[in-house]
Structures are given as structure tokens and as C-alpha cells.
RNA sequence: GCCAAGGUGGCGGAACGGCUACGCAAUCGCCUGCAGAGCGAUUCCAUUCCGGUUCGAGUCCGGACCUUGGCUCCA
């Protein structure tokens, strides 16, 4: 079998992928539920999706973990905002998120754990940093993370940072952006917090931003598994403190590939909340797209590459997939003589080929197009068109764009 | 400021140091009762700039300029 090689951020390489274990672990930082999903996010999580797919149309078996996260900063402050309950917003939140998931055809994950499910794993993964030495009671009632030993701070994003002892509680922006700062695990109560707290060891509080990562990867995947995936800006401070919590707590860096999605752009800016310059899949669908085009406009590019939304580049995706499923629907009828039964070895080949360098989608559309191009400029036999019709139906196992499903 | 990524036709985007993709747009045909879809053909003075290496550079080296991203909200 060739092997599938992935661009390992810790090591700025691409490196061959071989799993630890029987079963690939994968880890991805899922969505914060208190707003809409934009299809930047969804950019990754489909980037996921395809990542996954692929791995078992490899015959891995794959164990996928995708975090909800329905406590932090931002939630909080939100559902003061809008008079609501953090469990009420969350709650709905969570539930579009999912059936946004399914019109982007988009596989659940195996666990879909939320970190206000998990308080007592987070207590405890505390406790053990405290215990190793890792993590402090602050003057403040909260806990925090000694960045003073953990040596390795900062390999994951190749920040050269001065090492400080500022605090950060609250997840702000620090005044001096350029000092290396503790961060809090755990968090002591305040007034805004409401009714949103909990009752542990570590006093009456809330978890850190960070923390539910570790605790979470740690229960359902293992201290040590495959794969931890997010959105380039996760890079730094969230995944380099991740690491930091799991050397505290278990010695090790929890993962041994880490992928990063670059970011979706719109205008040749940032597609983000706080840009406000964002669409949701509802937003688009709303306006007469179709679910699939967007996702064959998000894998057009290489993960690792920007890639700028326009309404021309979606108007295209809408048109070739329209091919597409043309195409194979002509299948259904083919009674011609030739013997296309080659295209379909090749193409599959080309797929697998470019897929195996670091999951390259945009040019996996494109193999998929010509192979389409290919069979209809043929008139393939009752045999062949078989054959092919085969060979869309596993690539599109691997996509998800529902190619037969219309 | 520091750390990255990148600059290719009207647009989007490929390209082991050699044969100048491909798609969109545009034009013309074929097919069609009309439309759509499909097929064929055609058009377009493109590699940010300046040096260097080379028989040969979009590609390698050096230097500018510009754009974007990260630098404690973020996929």
C-alpha cells in the first residue's frame, strides 16, 4: 500500500503517515456554540471529513473525537447578552451546528464530548499538573499553568517569545503581546459568571479555554494517539498550550501529527466572526446554493492553501458538479462498444496518487473531472460503464458530495 | 517590529530546470421542435521588478517591492 504523507506542523514537514495503534486516533477542535458555524469553519471540518474518509476507504479503522465546546469567555458574555441561559444558547447552537453537518453531508464523529460533561476529567487533569508541578493556585482562586517549565514551549508555533509572568485569566489580549504568559486551567468564580459554575476541589469555578482539550483527548482517545487537526489560528496560544497541559499532566505530547486548515478568505481578507464578513451554510443555501457546491468549492484547494470565496468560484462549483452527476446519470443507459474500462484503473490511480501527497482535494476534483470529461467523450459498453460507475461511486465515498444520491 | 505563506493571461488556478495545463469568460459551429445539457473549434502580448547561475529559469541563488496570515477572541 502507499502510504499517505501528511504535513506535520511540529516539524514543518511532510512526513509518511503510520498510525501508533489498530485504530487511528483522531482528535479535532470542533465549534464553539455560541454562534453560527461560518463555512470558514466548516472549511476544516470538512477538510476533516475527507481526511477521515479517506483513511478508512484505506482500510484504517479511524476513531474520531470532536469537541463541543459550550463553555468559554466569548459564550459566556454572549448569553448574558441575549438574556439567555448558557445551556439554553448552547443547546441551540450545538443543534444547528449538527444539522448543518448533515446538509454538508459531513460523517459524525465517533464521540462528540462537551466540556461541561466533563468537569471531574478536567478537575482531576488539573490536579496532576498541580501534583507534578506544573500548575499553581493563583492569589486569586484560580489555577494556572507555570510556563517556566515546560521547555519546549513554543515548538509548535515557532514563536520566539519572551518568557513573563503576567496572568492571563480572562482570555484578552494581553497589553504586552510579546511576553510569554501563564495561563489559567481553571478559573474562580466572578459575578457575570451567573449560575454558570462548579462546585470542586479547585474551589467554586469554571474551566479554562484550553484545559477541556486535554482532558477530553485524554479520556476518549488516550494520552498518546494519531492525529490532532484544527484551524491554523488554533496554532498559537490554543494548541501550544494544549501540549503544554498534556507534558504537565502525562509527560508527552499528546499527538504525533498535527494538521492545521488554512483560513477560508473573502475578498482576499479573513473570513471571521469578529470581521463580521462571514457566511453560514444557511446563509448561502438560503440564496438558492446548493449544500454540495459549497463543499466542492471548499475542497477545490489544497487544505494548507488560502483560498479566497467568491459567488463566481461557487457559481463553478455549482456548474461542475452539475457535469458531474450528468454524466453518471448517461451511465445508466450506456450501449455503446467501447471499452472504457481503463479510464476507470487510471483515474482511480491519479485519485489515490494525489490524495496520498497531504490530502490534495483540489486536484482530486480535478482527476474527477476529467475522468469525467473521459467517459463522455466516450460510448462506453454495458461492462464498462460499470466499471465506472464503480469507480465515481468510490470516489465519491471519499468526498462526500452525494454524486448519486440526486 | 518579529515569524510565516504567497505574487503566473480579463478572472480563477496548474506546472520534475526544457515540450508555454486546465477551468471560467468571449467568439463560431454541431446537436436540439424550443430550452437545457453535451460535443467540436477559435481567440487572449501572463509568470511583480532587478541582478546572478545555466545551452536553457515561472521553477535554482541573491536583492528589492507588494499582498495576506500569525504574534494570547478565532476553524
Not at 79 to 84: H, P
Not at 260 to 271: E, Q
Amino acid at each position: 500500500m502507499i502510504l499517505l504523507k501528511l504535513f506535520n506542523t511540529l516539524t514543518r514537514q511532510k512526513e509518511e503517515f503510520l498510525p501508533l495503534g489498530e485504530v487511528v486516533g483522531i482528535y479535532t477542535c470542533g465549534p464553539s456554540v455560541y454562534q453560527y458555524a461560518h463555512i470558514g469553519n466548516f472549511r476544516t471540518f470538512i477538510f476533516e471529513d475527507v481526511l477521515v474518509r479517506y483513511l478508512r476507504f484505506k482500510g484504517y479503522k479511524v476513531k474520531r473525537v470532536m469537541n463541543i465546546t459550550d463553555i468559554e469567555d466569548k459564550a459566556l458574555a454572549t448569553a448574558r447578552k441575549e438574556g439567555k441561559s448558557l445551556w439554553e444558547m448552547t443547546e441551540y447552537y450545538s443543534r444547528i451546528f449538527f444539522e448543518d453537518m448533515e446538509t454538508l453531508n459531513l460523517l459524525p464523529a465517533e464521540v462528540f464530548p462537551k466540556a461541561t460533561e466533563h468537569v471531574p476529567e478536567i478537575v482531576d487533569i488539573i490536579k496532576k499538573m498541580m501534583t507534578r508541578g506544573f500548575a499553581y493556585c493563583g492569589k486569586d482562586g484560580s489555577v494556572y499553568y507555570d510556563i517556566s517549565k515546560f521547555p519546549d514551549w513554543g515548538k509548535l508555533s515557532h514563536l520566539k517569545l519572551k518568557l513573563g509572568k503576567k496572568k492571563i485569566k480572562r482570555d484578552e489580549w494581553g497589553e504586552e503581546s510579546s511576553i510569554i504568559s501563564d495561563f489559567a486551567l481553571w478559573k474562580s468564580y466572578e459575578k457575570e459568571d451567573g449560575d454558570v459554575f462548579w462546585i470542586t476541589e479547585l474551589g467554586k469555578g469554571r474551566p479554562g479555554w484550553h484545559i477541556e482539550c486535554s482532558a477530553m483527548s485524554s479520556k476518549h482517545l488516550g494520552t498518546r494517539f494519531d492525529i490532532h487537526i484544527g484551524g491554523v489560528d488554533n496554532i498559537f496560544p490554543h494548541h501550544e498550550n494544549v501540549i503544554a497541559q498534556n507534558f504537565g499532566a502525562f509527560g508527552e505530547n499528546p499527538s504525533k501529527y498535527w494538521l492545521h486548515c488554512r483560513h477560508l478568505m473573502v475578498d482576499g481578507r479573513k473570513m471571521s466572526k469578529s470581521a463580521s464578513n462571514y457566511y453560514t451554510p444557511r446563509d448561502l443555501t438560503g440564496m438558492g446554493h446548493k449544500p454540495m457546491a459549497i463543499k466542492y468549492l471548499l475542497l477545490s484547494m489544497n487544505y494548507r492553501r488560502r483560498l479566497n470565496f467568491t459567488f463566481e468560484g461557487l457559481r463553478e462549483a455549482e456548474e461542475k458538479i452539475e457535469k458531474i452527476c450528468n454524466a453518471i446519470e448517461r451511465l445508466e443507459n450506456a450501449s455503446g462498444r467501447d471499452d472504457a474500462g481503463k479510464l476507470a484503473v487510471k483515474a482511480m490511480e491519479r485519485f489515490e496518487k494525489v490524495l496520498d501527497d497531504n490530502l490534495n482535494t483540489g486536484k482530486a476534483l480535478e482527476v474527477l473531472e476529467e475522468f469525467t470529461d473521459d467517459c463522455v467523450k466516450q460510448n462506453p459498453d454495458k461492462e464498462s460503464s460499470e466499471k465506472i460507475r464503480e469507480t465515481f461511486k468510490k470516489m465519491d465515498s471519499v468526498l462526500g458530495l452525494g454524486l448519486f444520491s440526486s
